[in-house]
């Protein structure tokens, strides 16, 4: 635990930092989660050709890789501090603990998920099946609801306890996951018949379950820039975002900027296109486009499989949980970490009852972008331009302010407009991230201009 | 430390083995499911006493999607 929680408020010294390979180590078991599980389903089910997914996802990672290194990883090695201190310094205490509680709330809905995962998968033995219904607030059936209600208290009771244990657990089932996501991919084409070459050239398993979902949810399209763009932006927050400098102020070596690469490719190529053939499979065996990760995992593998989505999901959530409770503390003085992560517990829960909620993944991690990048606007453009378009840099600790209002209105406004677009206008998220982000990047100097005052040197 | 290494390894190797022969049509689906029950219980006995003494990394606090 030592240097986990250590160094939030000072730079990583010489004697923390670590070399690439431990980057490398740290990442191969990250990004391979709960959500790949219900992301990589969705991919079919929104009509994604199979050459678009294999070489859009190819692209999209491989841009998203250089975000980390362009962009993330010069300013983590140069301030070496966590993102939290750094915004502090710009924005102040006080905004800080608002992006907190924006965070917590976003948290409590990827927490909600991962916990209707976790209960697709607990229901199987017991032949209770997640359903979807119509309305996205409508509940499953009373029997699934009741078993998201045990899982999301058993994951709430853990992460109250703190992430310690189940960290160390995630640690461990890691390596085995990987290995059962791939498992999931060979025996899902073995069950369409798809393991020879000439039918895997042919790539009818896939085609004809698009045809299937589409003849069935009416004529949907997932073309090849949709999918590069969304691989590129769903982590958003973390590399647009910023949110990875806490991680990266660690890094010893510029290189460490690449290892992200075996997290994307392991989790967001090889899982999501392992998990999206699950559902191919079970739509050539029984017909049936519910993306029930569950159900899946179980058709394919037996008990493994539905002990690996169980673990996944809960492995997922519990972080968040506990992140979300961390959150919620900051912005209620005086009150128990205890406490406000048994309350993330149950907002998260309750979130986890409406099962469609989950089936909006691919929206939400791009609303997650959206809401959370524009931050790290702000923080690229205070350690790369103020000074030299004659502004003052870390502004907040300079003046000692709790607020730095610019900053404020800097995030919000792009991110509001950009809400509107997703919501009102029905804009694919993911497209909104970088719009976002440059908006942020203007504004935040272009307001600076007239809101700072000189301060003495 | 070492007997408990080769215990998980020999679980991951069996979890990696069976898909890939069921893949090739040596082993029915429904074998391949009781191998993967072998390899995950020879990982989890070997792996917990192995893996889950190392000190947490920074990016195990993070969330993950």
């Not at chain 1, 453009?381 to 502004?391: A, R, S």
Request: glycine share 10%; with cysteine.
């Amino acid at each position: 635990m030592s240097q986990v929680n250590e160094y939030e408020r000072e730079p990583i010294p010489e004697h923390a930092q670590k070399g690439p390979k431990s980057f490398w180590g740290m990442y191969a078991g990250e990004h391979t989660a709960g959500t790949e599980f219900m992301i990589g389903p969705l991919f079919l089910a929104a009509g994604a050709s199979i050459q678009d997914l294999i070489l859009g996802l190819l692209l999209g990672n491989i841009l998203a890789v250089l975000t980390w290194r362009y962009l993330v990883v010069p300013i983590a090695m140069s301030k070496r501090l966590t993102l939290y201190y750094q915004l502090e310094r710009i924005a102040g205490s006080g905004a800080v603990k608002l992006y907190n509680i924006v965070n917590g709330l976003l948290f409590c809905f990827l927490a909600g998920a991962m916990i209707t995962v976790s209960a697709s998968a607990v229901g199987i033995p017991f032949n209770i099946m997640y359903t979807t219904p119509e309305a996205t607030f409508g509940l499953g059936a009373p029997s699934f609801t009741v078993i998201v209600l045990l899982v999301g208290a058993v994951i709430t009771i853990v992460a109250s306890r703190g992430y310690d244990q189940v960290a160390r657990f995630a640690n461990i089932a890691a390596p085995w996951m990987i290995i059962i996501f791939i498992a999931c991919g060979l025996v899902s084409l073995t069950q369409m018949n798809a393991n020879s070459v000439s039918a895997l050239a042919e790539g009818d398993f896939w085609a004809n379950a698009v045809a299937f979902v589409q003849e069935h949810n009416g004529a949907q399209s997932f073309p090849f820039w949709q999918i590069v763009v969304f691989a590129w932006l769903c982590n958003g927050a973390m590399h647009f975002g910023m949110a990875d400098l806490s991680i990266f102020r660690f890094a010893r070596s510029k290189s460490s900027g690449w290892a992200p690469a075996i997290g994307m490719f392991l989790g967001h190529y090889v899982a999501w296109i392992c998990a999206a053939l699950l559902l191919a499979a079970q739509i050539k065996l029984s017909q049936d486009a519910t993306a029930n990760p569950g159900a899946l995992a179980w058709n394919a593998l037996g008990w493994t499989g539905m002990v690996c989505v169980v673990i996944a999901g809960w492995t997922t959530a519990n972080p968040t949980i506990y992140r979300a409770g961390l959150a919620f503390q900051g912005m209620v003085p005086g009150s128990k970490r205890t406490t406000m992560t048994l309350v993330a517990g149950i907002v998260a829960t309750i979130a986890g009852a409406f099962p469609n909620l989950s089936g909006q993944l691919l929206g939400f991690v791009g609303t997650y972008g959206t809401v959370l990048g524009p931050m790290g606007a702000v923080i690229f453009v205070d350690f790369w331009l103020m000074k030299k378009i004659g502004l003052q840099d870390e502004y907040a600790t300079v003046t000692g302010a709790s607020f730095n209002f610019t900053v404020l209105f800097a995030w919000l406004l792009p991110v509001g407009v950009g809400l509107w677009l997703i919501f009102q206008q029905g804009i694919f998220a993911a497209y909104v991230v970088i719009p976002c982000w440059i908006a942020s990047a203007i504004l935040y100097p272009l307001v600076s201009q007239f809101t700072q005052k000189k301060v003495a040197a | 430390m070492k007997i408990n290494k080769l215990i998980a390894l020999i679980g991951l190797f069996i979890t990696t083995l069976g898909p890939i022969l069921t893949f090739a049509n040596v082993i029915s689906i429904s074998q391949n499911k009781l191998v993967l029950i072998i390899g995950m219980v020879l990982w989890f006995i070997g792996a917990t006493p192995w893996l889950g003494r190392e000190e947490l990394k920074p990016s195990d606090t993070e969330v993950e999607i």
